[in-house]
């Protein structure tokens, strides 16, 4: 098993920044990728990023790229997700996730998530 911690999540005029930090614990030695996910009231859980354990494969949904940076420390079993210029619509519950399988975009990829952390933008 892995348990998965998220926090850094909180309120944020448009235009703002946040750092959402995960902590992995348990069988992390398991994990070989870890993901960020959100979901926004009324709306399906959809992917923002993934990264690799080993740092060689990260990926972004278009909706987040080149506003949001995803970096894992892996002394620390920690990835991190540093959103830049964030908008109304960024507004949502965050979910940290893992797997064993490699990044991945699809949810049901994902074996072990967090209880998520609440992102609010306010325009």
């Known amino acids: 098993q892995v348990q998965l911690v998220e926090s850094g999540g909180g309120l944020v005029q448009a235009g703002g920044s946040l750092r959402l930090s995960c902590a992995a614990s348990?069988?992390?030695?398991?994990?070989?990728?870890m993901g960020w996910f959100r979901q926004a009231p009324g709306k399906e859980r959809e992917f923002v990023a993934a990264?690799?354990?080993?740092?060689?494969?990260?990926f972004y949904a278009a909706s987040v790229k080149g506003r949001s940076t995803i970096s894992r420390d892996n002394a620390k079993n920690t990835v991190y997700l540093q959103m830049n210029s964030l908008k109304p619509e960024d507004t949502a519950v965050y979910y940290c996730?893992?797997?064993?399988?490699?990044?991945?975009?699809?949810?049901?990829?994902?074996?072990?998530w967090g209880q998520g952390t609440q992102v609010t933008v306010s325009s």
């Open positions: 996730a893992a797997n064993q399988v490699g990044t991945r975009v699809l949810a049901t990829a994902y074996d072990y």
């Open positions: 348990g069988r992390t030695a398991t994990v070989h990728a």
């Open positions: 990264i690799s354990w080993s740092g060689s494969g990260i």
